[in-house]
């Protein structure tokens, strides 16, 4: 299975950048794994919350093909220690879909069409973090997962 995070903006803090470049290059000892960040959109600042939603939501959908498996980190989202977390990650790569796509949001959100398109929610934590940062730690979640799947030492329980 292909996994694949896309994003909103592009990751511009050198060190954030350093962490999401270490994790994608080991995720790839496991799975095809692709970051595709969407550009943040132009004069965002003359419109609504709304508007810039529904634009992001658009460019987000453009990244989806029928197939796929859309799961969007978002704050409402089901929560999981890092082992369920890795049992979770095991059913989907055997639900013979060929695509995994994790979805992080821009700052207001996801717009009512990606909700609807969306197969599952996830919430890194009850806790807010810079969208930028939120693409490092969930890439060494999903390094943690697959280290759990394969019985690797990576993770302390």
Not at 25 to 40: D, G, K, M
Not at 118 to 138: C, E, G, K, Y
């Amino acid at each position: 299975m292909n996994l694949s995070l896309v994003t909103v903006g592009k990751t511009d803090v050198k060190w954030v950048k350093e962490g999401l470049d270490l994790y994608t290059s080991r995720l790839r000892h496991y799975a095809p794994f692709t970051v595709t960040e969407i550009p943040e959109l132009k004069n965002a600042g003359a419109l609504s919350q709304d508007q810039i939603k529904e634009r992001e939501g658009e460019l987000i959908l453009k990244q989806i093909a029928p197939g796929d498996l859309l799961v969007l980190l978002d704050e409402h989202g089901r929560e999981y220690r890092s082992v369920d977390f890795a049992k979770w990650l095991e059913k989907q790569l055997g639900s013979g879909a060929r695509n995994l796509v994790f979805v992080i949001g821009g700052a207001y959100g996801f717009s009512p069409d990606v909700y609807k398109r969306a197969n599952a929610l996830i919430a890194l934590s009850q806790m807010t973090f810079p969208h930028q940062l939120v693409r490092t730690i969930f890439a060494e979640q999903l390094y943690r997962a697959f280290s759990i799947l394969k019985g690797e030492p990576y993770h302390h329980e």
